[in-house]
Nanobody
Framework: QVQLVESGGGLVQAGGSLRLSCAAS????????MGWFRQAPGKEREFVAA????????SYAGSVKGRFTISRDNGKDTVYLQMNSLKPEDTAVYYC????????????WGQGTQVTVSS
């Protein structure tokens, strides 16, 4: 079982930056690929970014590529999402998720953190 706790959300003006963190409870954190997802009001949850177990491989949704950066620190059991040049359409609840290496689905989810971008 992996428990995930997000932090770092808040209210920011368009063009600003936020850094989200997701701390994992499990000491075998490096056995998990990690992802960030978001869900805006009235919309389905969507993929934002993912990172492999070592941090060497990353992927991004087209809408955030070039503005967001996912990273991880396996020594601190934490994954980060640096969000720059934020837009009002980035407003959503952001969730981190863990996927055990070599499995297809994200099995563990955090409670989410609200990000609101004002215009």
């Amino acid at each position: 079982q992996v428990q995930l706790v997000e932090s770092g959300g808040g209210l920011v003006q368009a063009g600003g930056s936020l850094r989200l963190s997701c701390a994992a409870s499990r000491r075998t954190f490096s056995n998990y690929a990690m992802g960030w997802f978001r869900q805006a009001p009235g919309k389905e949850r969507e993929f934002v970014a993912a990172i492999n177990w070592s941090g060497a491989g990353t992927s991004y949704a087209g809408s955030v590529k070039g503005r967001f950066t996912i990273s991880r620190d396996n020594g601190k059991d934490t994954v980060y999402l640096q969000m720059n040049s934020l837009k009002p359409e980035d407003t959503a609840v952001y969730y981190c998720a863990a996927r055990k290496v070599a499995t297809p689905s994200y099995d563990y989810w955090g409670q989410g953190t609200q990000v609101t971008v004002s215009s």
